[in-house]
């Protein structure tokens, strides 16, 4: 691997205070899109909107967890049409999201707290490039397969980096053995192929 993107460097090395959080991607907003898909060749957002799209149909409601900009509703309103909400912590990466035209709402929001969202409320959820270093950990995928309704897929992206140092297989199992959800499959995945890593792809059926 060579040297990382200093961009890449301050989001990863974020502690997990959401005003840090909130100041790195208010200063990353508006350069986001080029400085990720073209500069680091971030594919995540493409594999998981496809992974997701192969569940679900342009008649179903679909949340997606810590949107940014937008790059994960893009690709999968291109694959399948379905009505996309976004929730993000950031309101810079929200008005880059809001500005692609496929969102039907989009808010504010803390994953790492109780979201403002009815239980069951959506036909499926995607998280990409959340659950990753100082951003948001495993016992936030709990809160997503809430507001999704029973037997409604989950598509979570988790960096290489955090997958063992948080936790997050034994979390998974514990989440399947608590009768939250049900595994279907974890798989690795490219994620920043010019930066070199790659993610587990989590694919979740709520309980």
């Known amino acids: 691997m060579g040297t990382e993107n200093p961009l890449l460097t301050r989001a990863y090395a ?18 986001y899109d080029d400085d990720t898909l073209i500069g680091m060749g971030y594919v995540a957002p493409a594999i998981a909107a496809e992974t997701l799209a192969s569940e679900i149909s342009s008649l179903d409601r679909v949340l997606d967890a810590g949107c940014g900009t937008g790059l994960v509703g893009k690709e999968l309103h291109e694959q399948c049409e379905p009505t996309i909400d976004g929730v993000d912590l950031s ?10 035209g496929v969102y ?3 808010e504010t929001a ?34 997503l397969v809430r507001v999704i309704k029973p037997g409604a897929p989950a598509v979570i992206t988790v960096h290489e980096k955090v997958w063992d140092k948080d936790g997050y297989a034994e979390h998974l199992e514990q989440m399947e053995q608590d009768g939250i959800a049900k595994i279907r499959e974890i798989r690795e995945a ?7 890593y790659s993610c587990k792809l989590c694919i979740l059926e709520a309980a």
């Open 190 to 196: 490219p994620y920043h192929q010019k930066e070199g």
């Open 104 to 106: 039907d709402a989009l």
């Open 14 to 31: 974020l502690a997990g205070d959401r005003d840090d959080i909130r100041a790195v991607y208010a200063d990353w907003a508006e350069s």
């Open 91 to 100: 309101a810079d990466m929200l008005k880059k999201a809001r500005q692609k």
């Open 110 to 143: 803390d994953l790492t707290q109780k979201l403002d969202i009815k239980d069951d409320a959506y036909d499926g959820v995607i998280s990409v490039g959340v659950f990753t270093s100082g951003h948001v950990g495993p016992s936030a995928m709990n809160e």
